[in-house]
């Protein structure tokens, strides 16, 4: 099953890692030694978001659209926001990895808690159904609100253990 999108909130040492592979090799070092490692010995340091991601951007962003960039920074910075790592360039349809800096995801733990369901709800369903592969829907948007309310304490934790965050998804 693809498109399942994952947060790792990664110590300095593996951050530097990633940044010092290749960008063509990126998705093999998340799959083989970041998965590996983060799933197995560092759990809290990983937020599962199954294929909420796509909609929650949608709702974060200013414009409801699925692009890379810190539109409406910083909530707009969860998902596609950052520096992109990996998904923008010739070649890269297949994974999308971007990174959230230190300073931006405390920022994003500081703004968080900002988003009511009701605002949520209201942003989920000016998206354009056109542009999203699912019909828009109560059951749809309590799945993706309750991804995005129970990242809350994922940001908060990142934030205060000074963790940067990529964002990785599968295409």
Not at 25 to 30: A, H, I, L, Q
Not at 138 to 147: G, N, Q
Request: glycine share 6%; charged share 35%; aromatic share 16%.
């Amino acid at each position: 099953m693809g498109c399942l999108g994952v947060l790792f909130a990664l110590s300095d040492k593996d951050l530097n890692k990633l940044l010092k592979t290749s960008r063509l090799e990126r998705p093999d070092f998340v799959c083989e030694y970041l998965e590996e490692i983060y799933f197995e010995k560092h759990k809290k340091y990983v937020y599962e978001l199954d294929k909420s991601w796509d909609a929650m951007h949608r709702c974060l962003s200013n414009d409801g659209l699925l692009v890379f960039g810190d539109d409406n920074y910083p909530l707009g910075s969860i998902i596609m926001g950052g520096d992109v790592l990996y998904g923008n360039g010739d070649e890269e349809e297949d994974y999308i990895i971007t990174l959230k800096k230190q300073n931006i995801v405390k920022d994003i733990a500081e703004k968080i808690e900002t988003i009511t369901k009701e605002k949520f709800k209201e942003k989920y369903f000016k998206i354009d159904e056109k542009n999203y592969e699912y019909p828009l829907s109560d059951e749809d948007f309590e799945y993706t609100w309750d991804y995005f309310y129970r990242s809350i304490e994922f940001w908060k934790n990142s934030s205060e253990e000074k963790r940067a965050v990529i964002f990785t998804v599968d295409q």
